[in-house]
């Protein structure tokens, strides 16, 4: 990061309305029992994710995943 450059502000929060899938509902239910969270904790941290997911996806990156610590690491794509 260029230490010149000015920081990015934080914009204040926003109420948004979102329809989901069948299939998203279930993710999340999924991921609040998983995790505790409430349904705007999880979106929230979700998208925040999503996000860092696909930057580090973008050429000349790439995202790997292992299943457990002896298993071959596997490419992941996103679509």
Known sequence: MDADAPATAVPQSE??????TGKAVQALQRLQEQ???N??????R?????GEIE?????PGAVYWRKTPDTDLMLVRFV
């Open 15 to 20: 109420r948004v309305t979102v329809n989901l």
């Open 35 to 37: 995790t505790g969270y």
């Open 39 to 44: 349904k705007t904790d999880c979106i929230n």
């Open 46 to 50: 979700a998208l925040i994710i999503a």
């Open 55 to 59: 930057s580090m996806s973008r050429e």
